[in-house]
């Protein structure tokens, strides 16, 4: 950051007495006004970064709690049914794995015999 504490800003001495000392206060003058300025840009630009991050952050922060609410929302009575569905199928599907491995079986010993 910019010392403002600068000699040639802290310590200045204006003196207007004369048109030419006038003149060299008023370039001086110019010359504070100009870093003034340049850190005021600066600064500005810092605070558009922050403002910048901290929207950022809010909108991350807006995104993870709906993602959360939407985890912790489910329904429950639903995917318990969906769950007994699942089992069921699955169960289903092995008796009938069982069921065709057994009639090849049958058929082996009907041949054999």
């Known amino acids: 950051l910019y010392n403002a504490n600068n000699p040639l800003v802290g310590g200045l001495s204006t003196n207007i007495d004369t ?26 630009a810092v605070s558009n970064r922050l403002n910048h991050t901290v929207n950022n952050l809010t909108n991350m922060s807006a995104n993870l709690s709906a993602a959360r609410g939407g985890i912790e929302d489910a329904d429950f009575a639903l995917e ?9 199928l699955q169960q289903a599907s092995t008796a009938m794995l069982a069921q065709a491995n057994a009639s090849k079986q049958n058929v082996l010993g009907l041949l054999r015999s």
């Open 19 to 44: 048109p030419s000392a006038a003149t060299g206060t008023m370039g001086i003058i110019d010359t504070a006004l100009e870093k003034i300025n340049q850190q005021r840009s600066k600064l500005g």
């Open 80 to 88: 318990t049914t969906e769950l007994a569905k699942n089992q069921i």
